[in-house]
């Protein structure tokens, strides 16, 4: 391996490739509809591991833990709040684990945070306290881990996105990157709770943040535009991970339809529109990461790892 950068020299330098998803993975693995996806972490730790491991070997350069869920309020809903810093730690040590066996190049590890699942009123009675205990356990977890960066995605609402944020630059040096999810209307892209992507990119960069974008909902070519709009509004560089089309509910599961080809030809087009990461959400797998990874680093990837 090379001399070792930073995450943010690494960006800096050409498009880096995010893993896909961990959650749909786990879904397909057999893991119970409702139950907490970061209990695996623990229970079937080698199902985790095999997954990281396919996504480096397809191509990946970021492995993200599998703590989407592993806020205190998330893991409370759950009955887990207890085992907080245990379930988080265990996912780092899994990604750790699996970036070992990649030795040959360089792999970062981000500490994945996800919404806590309340709403501040008047829509829930989240408060902003709360908020902030909640993200604290998670990230002091990760700081004391020594993770590369900290993603925090999948946000709907600006303030618990910029709360969340804040929180993490507090307790790390870190970078931090954040990503929205936002759904298309006839006037153009807003998340859930009314946000414009420019609004985003303001409120974002404004709390600090190092890296801003967009994730789930919506298909790859449904997110093209919306690359754009961010590309444009961003001074600093811009993270886009789509889903793998929108779920149809098969015999109780969700089965997402965008072929890995699919996929990688939206992805060349937001990459051509000066994206400095890419990465997949929901539906995608290691063969969409590898489609990608062609395109970033054509014949790199033929390989099993
Ligand atoms: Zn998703």
New binding site residues.
């Given amino acids: 391996m090379g001399v070792i950068t930073g995450f943010l020299e690494r960006l800096a330098r050409r498009p880096v490739l995010f893993d896909g998803?961990m959650?749909s993975m786990l879904l397909a693995e057999a893991l119970p509809p409702g139950a907490a996806p970061e209990l695996w972490n623990t229970e079937r730790p080698e199902v985790i591991s095999r997954i990281h491991r396919a996504y480096l070997a397809a191509g990946a350069e970021v492995v993200t833990t599998n703590t989407f869920g592993g806020t205190l309020l998330r893991l409370s809903a759950y009955g887990l709040g207890a085992r907080c810093v245990e379930l988080n730690f265990a996912a780092v040590q899994r990604a750790m684990a699996a970036r070992l066996e990649f030795r040959d190049r360089q792999v970062f590890v981000a500490g994945d945070i996800g919404p806590c699942g309340k709403f501040f009123p008047p829509v829930g009675d989240l408060a902003a306290a709360a908020l902030t205990d909640s993200v604290k356990a998670q990230v002091e977890v990760f700081a004391a881990a020594g993770v590369d960066l900290l993603l925090i995605e999948?946000m709907v609402d600006l303030r618990e996105a910029e709360i969340v944020l804040r929180t993490a630059r507090r307790l790390t040096d870190a970078p931090v990157a954040v990503t929205m999810t936002f759904d298309r209307k006839p006037r153009g892209y807003f998340t859930i709770m009314g946000h414009t992507p420019s609004e985003a990119v303001r409120r974002l960069t404004d709390a600090g943040a190092d890296v801003v974008g967009a994730?789930?909902t919506l298909a790859a070519e449904d997110m093209v535009e919306l690359a754009e709009i961010l590309v444009a509004a961003s001074p600093v560089p811009v993270l886009v991970q789509p889903?793998a089309g929108q779920p149809e509910i098969v015999d109780g599961r969700a089965v997402y339809h965008v072929s890995p080809g699919q996929f990688a030809a939206a992805m060349k087009r937001i990459l051509d529109l000066g994206v400095a990461a890419v990465g997949g959400?929901?539906g995608t797998t290691p063969e969409h990461i590898r489609a990608v990874a062609e395109l970033i680093s054509p014949g790199e990837h033929d390989g099993a790892g």
């Fill in positions: 998803a959650g999948t994730n789930c889903n959400c929901c």
